[in-house]
C-alpha cells in the first residue's frame, strides 16, 4: 500500500540539491520497492530569488522556518543548512514537535548529539545523520543493523577527501603541500578557508560520532587528540615511500585495557593496507569486529549526490519505521551509554624526522638519550649531508618502538634543548 511521506528541507546548498536530484532520478523506483511516497513539501531557502540551477516549483520554497518545523503536515525535517547554530536549536524544535530527523551535519551532532538524541527519545521520535560520517558510505547503518552483533576493537579512518585529495597529489607528483593546496583549491575540491579540513577538525567531528555508534562512548571533538597536514614535507613522503608506507591523515580509535584511546593525525601506513590504497577524494572506514573480523567500507565521502544518497537512506529507514508505528522502538543510530572510558592516546611506534649537524657522536648522543628514558630505537636512517649555511646538516629518520606521545615529546624536547640536534621536523605514528 502506498503511503505519502512529507519531508520538509532546510537549505538548498550542494547537499539540499543533491537530495532533491536523488530523489527525483529515484523516487519511482523508491516506491516500487517500499510503498512509499516520498515527497519533498516545503524547502527553507533563505534567498529565495537566488538562482540554484535547479528545476524546483517556487511554491516548495519558503524563507520562514516555522512552515517547516511548526507544520503539522510535515513527517520528517531535514537538515542541511550546516554549522552548529542556529542548525540545533531547529532540530531541537522539530523533534520536540514530533518530527523525526535526518541530518547531514557533522559539526552539530558531535557538539549536540546526545541534547538531540535524548530529545528524540522523549518525543518517541528518531534522529539520523548517515551523511555526516563519510558521505555516501552506508557505515552506520551497517554498525547499528547487519554489524549490532559484533563487539568492535577499533576503527580507523579516512575521513576527509580533501586531506586524502592533497595526501595523494603529493604522493603521486612528488609536489609540496603549498603547491597541492593551492591546486586543489583552483579545482574546487578544497575550500578557500581550508583549516576545517587540513588542520584534522572534520575529522575528529566525525570520529567523535563514530565512537558514540561503536564504542557508546560520549567524547567531546575537542578532546581527541588532533592533528593536522598541515606539516607533512616532501622528505617524509619520500621517506614513507621508500620505506614500503603511505601517509594517510588517519582518525583512529582503540578499545585497550584501560579504556578507549583515539586521535586523528598523519599516520604511516604499510602501503599494503587496505586503507593505503585508498587515494584523492575517496573515504574508507576500516573496523575491526569480533565476529565479522576486519572489514573496509570505501566511496565517495562527499558530493551531493552520493550524499544525498545517504539522507534519503536515512528518510528511507526513518519512513520504514513511522509506517509500521515503532519508531521509538529500535536501536538508536547514536548511543553515549556504554560507561567505557576514554583516556587519550595510548602508546603507538612513532616516525620522527630530525636535523642534526653531520659530524660524529652526534648519533651515540642521541640514542643514548633515548636510552637513559626508556625509548627504543627499532631503526635510523641518515640522508645524504648537504650544506646549509657554514655548515653540513643531514636528516637522521627514527622510528621508534611503542610509547607514550608525552614521553617522546619529553625526550626530544631534551635533545633539542641539550643543542645536540638543530631541528626537529616531523613526528608521526607508524601503524603497522
Ligand atoms: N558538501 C559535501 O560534500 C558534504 C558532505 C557530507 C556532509 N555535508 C554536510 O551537509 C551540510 C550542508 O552542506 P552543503 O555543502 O550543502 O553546504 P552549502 O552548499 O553551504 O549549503 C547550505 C545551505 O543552507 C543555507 N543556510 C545556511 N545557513 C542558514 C540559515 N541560518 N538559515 C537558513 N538557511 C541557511 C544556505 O543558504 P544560502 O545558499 O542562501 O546561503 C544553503 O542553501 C553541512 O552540514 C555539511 O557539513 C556536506
Redesign the pocket.
Known amino acids: 500500500m502506498k503511503q505519502l511521506i512529507r519531508v520538509g528541507m532546510?537549505?538548498?546548498?550542494?547537499?539540499?540539491r543533491g537530495t532533491w536530484q536523488a530523489l527525483a532520478m529515484n523516487h519511482d523506483r523508491i516506491l516500487e520497492s517500499t510503498g512509499l511516497d516520498i515527497e519533498i513539501v516545503k524547502i527553507?531557502?533563505?534567498?529565495p530569488d537566488?538562482d540554484r540551477g535547479i528545476d524546483i516549483p517556487k511554491e516548495k520554497y519558503t524563507a520562514e522556518?516555522g512552515d517547516i518545523l511548526d507544520n503539522p503536515e510535515i513527517d520528517i525535517v531535514v537538515e542541511?543548512?550546516?554549522?552548529i547554530e542556529?542548525a540545533t536549536e531547529y532540530m531541537a524544535r522539530a523533534l520536540s514537535n514530533g518530527k523525526s530527523v535526518v541530518t547531514?551535519?557533522?559539526?552539530a551532532i558531535a557538539a549536540n548529539g546526545r541534547y538531540l538524541v535524548d530529545l528524540a527519545q522523549q518525543n518517541h521520535v528518531l534522529i539520523r545523520c548517515e551523511?555526516?560520517v563519510a558521505?555516501g558510505i552506508p557505515i552506520l547503518t551497517s554498525l547499528t543493523t547487519a554489524l549490532l552483533s559484533n563487539s568492535f576493537s577499533e576503527v580507523h579512518g579516512i575521513l576527509n577527501g580533501t586531506t586524502n585529495y592533497i595526501l595523494t597529489q603529493m604522493t603521486e607528483y612528488g609536489n609540496d603541500y603549498a603547491q597541492v593546496l593551492k591546486e586543489a583549491q583552483n579545482k574546487g575540491f578544497a575550500e578557500a578557508d581550508p583549516a576545517a579540513d587540513v588542520e584534522g577538525y572534520d575529522a575528529a567531528n566525525k570520529l567523535s560520532i563514530l565512537m558514540s555508534i561503536i564504542f557508546g562512548a560520549e567524547v567531546s571533538p575537542e578532546d581527541i587528540p588532533t592533528r593536522g597536514i598541515t606539516t607533512i614535507a616532501r622528505e617524509d613522503i619520500e621517506y614513507s615511500l621508500n620505506a614500503g608506507y603511505r601517509i594517510k591523515l588517519l582518525a583512529s580509535a582503540k578499545k585497550g585495557k584501560k579504556g578507549l584511546y583515539a586521535n586523528v593525525e598523519p599516520v604511516l601506513i604499510p602501503a599494503g593496507h587496505p586503507l593505503a590504497a585508498v587515494s584523492n577524494e575517496f573515504n574508507a572506514v576500516f573496523v575491526k569486529g569480533n565476529a565479522v573480523d576486519d572489514l573496509m567500507f570505501y566511496g565517495r565521502g562527499?558530493?551531493?549526490l552520493p550524499?544525498g544518497s545517504a539522507v534519503l537512506g536515512d528518510i528511507i529507514g526513518i519512513a520504514r519505521k513511522l509506517e509500521k508505528d515503532s519508531a521509538y522502538d529500535i536501536v538508536p543510530q547514536l548511543r553515549y551509554d556504554s560507561g567505557v572510558k576514554f583516556i587519550g592516546e595510548g602508546a603507538s611506534k612513532y616516525y620522527v624526522r630530525m636535523t642534526v649537524t653531520d659530524r660524529p657522536g652526534v648519533l651515540g648522543r642521541i640514542t643514548t638519550t633515548f636510552g637513559q628514558f626508556g625509548v627504543s630505537v627499532e631503526a635510523v636512517r641518515q640522508e645524504a649531508p648537504y650544506e646549509s649555511g657554514k655548515e653540513r646538516v643531514a636528516a637522521l629518520i627514527f622510528r621508534i618502538f611503542e610509547v607514550e606521545r608525552p614521553l617522546l615529546y619529553y625526550v626530544l624536547n631534551k635533545i633539542l634543548n641539550e643543542n645536540i640536534i638543530k631541528s626537529i621536523d616531523n613526528i608521526m605514528r607508524i601503524e603497522d
Request: zero cysteines; charged letters at 10%; glycine letters at 24%.
Open positions: 532546510l537549505g538548498i546548498g550542494n547537499i539540499g527553507l531557502n533563505r534567498h537566488k522556518v542541511l543548512i550546516g554549522g542556529p547531514a551535519n557533522k559539526a551523511a555526516a558521505g562527499a558530493g551531493p550524499t
